[in-house]
T-cell receptor, first 114, second 113 residues
Framework: GAGVSQSPRYKVAKRGQDVALRCDPISGHVSLFWYQQALGQGPEFLTYFQNEAQLDKSGLPSDRFFAERPEGSVSTLKIQRTQQEDSAVYLC????????????FGQGTRLTVV | GNSVTQMEGPVTLSEEAFLTINCTYTATGYPSLFWYVQYPGEGLQLLLKATKADDKGSNKGFEATYRKETTSFHLEKGSVQVSDSAVYFCATPQWGGADGLTFGKGTHLIIQP
């Protein structure tokens, strides 16, 4: 596709529900990132993939957060047993290769936990 | 790890005014520095970058110079337009060699006609 696509754009979940957020990166992009952006804050790094390998997951806030990219293209961020503090915009970004510095961001998924 | 601190907003200016948004960094060594912009309803976009000290990044009339003496990367534009209204983020790699970025809190810029 022309850009990074994320779905759904908006998600409302009841506390305790599991959610899955999808990211379709730009075709051919090797690097993929997930960020969490709380209201009024800058994005915070969650995890990084190079192809299908998850090379850095140091930013995942708890073991309720899980990300995968099994075929090196589409990625899913899963949050189990959602809590109110998980409410945020989840951003996905892709980059052509590790040697490139420019990352292209999707519009994000706004998650609201009620 | 590295960090960036940027001035808080909102910053409200009239069209054609001069813009400065301050950003300072704390880092080991001299990491790359970035400015990202988020227009209403859109995703973050890279505005400009500098990869080493004394480099100047520029794009769309915006400029920022990587100054190691003052550990700063201030964003400037000589004459802003209403279409520049957006949220601007300063960013740098989380640590030397890291792929992920650490961002400032963002500065909301409002340009009035």
């Amino acid at each position: 596709g022309a850009g990074v696509s994320q779905s759904p754009r908006y998600k409302v979940a009841k506390r305790g529900q599991d959610v899955a957020l999808r990211c379709d990166p730009i075709s051919g992009h090797v690097s993929l990132f997930w960020y969490q952006q709380a209201l009024g804050q800058g994005p915070e790094f969650l995890t990084y993939f190079q192809n299908e390998a998850q090379l850095d997951k140091s930013g995942l806030p708890s073991d309720r957060f899980f990300a995968e990219r099994p075929e090196g293209s589409v990625s899913t961020l899963k949050i189990q047993r959602t809590q109110q503090e998980d409410s945020a915009v989840y951003l996905c970004a892709s980059r052509l290769s590790p040697m490139n510095t420019e990352a292209f961001f999707g519009q994000g998924t706004r998650l609201t936990v009620v | 790890g590295n960090s960036v601190t940027q001035m808080e907003g909102p910053v409200t200016l009239s069209e054609e005014a001069f813009l400065t948004i301050n950003c300072t960094y704390t880092a080991t060594g001299y990491p790359s520095l970035f400015w990202y912009v988020q227009y209403p309803g859109e995703g973050l976009q890279l505005l400009l970058k500098a990869t080493k000290a004394d480099d100047k990044g520029s794009n769309k009339g915006f400029e920022a110079t990587y100054r190691k003496e003052t550990t700063s990367f201030h964003l400037e534009k000589g004459s802003v337009q209403v279409s520049d209204s957006a949220v601007y983020f300063c960013a740098t790699p989380q640590w030397g060699g890291a792929d992920g970025l650490t961002f400032g809190k963002g500065t909301h810029l409002i340009i009035q006609p």
